[in-house]
């Protein structure tokens, strides 16, 4: 779809609330140059589906909402670079030295990967889609 490069069909979790993109072809073609039209549709989250909801710490909370301000700020919203994404969360922990913020932030990195809350390729980070 022209104008939004990298957006994939697929079920995104914004909140408490899950929506399902799709793109439908439009029957409308100008100057040889064909249309796309999207939508979003409400899914069950996964409270609904029966599924219990991911526990984070504290930390793997901070973790993921650093990466998340990190992509916010990127157009389009393709990733965070690892070492953009330390930068941020260290400003944001309060521990004693960098040591101690390096280890704790590579352990809820590891831990939020594991859990399938983020994905890497390389050495960017995003958010996984909520219904992969």
Known sequence: MAG?????????????CEQSFHRVPFP????GQEFETCYLEEVESRQRQGQRPLKLSQIEKLCLETLKSGIKDNVPPSGLHLDAWKTLFFAGHTGDNKDTKKRVFNRARKDLVEKGIIEVSGKYYSVRDSGT
């Open 4 to 16: 939004a490069p990298g957006l994939e069909p697929g079920t995104y979790g914004f909140g408490d």
């Open 28 to 31: 409308l073609e100008v100057d």
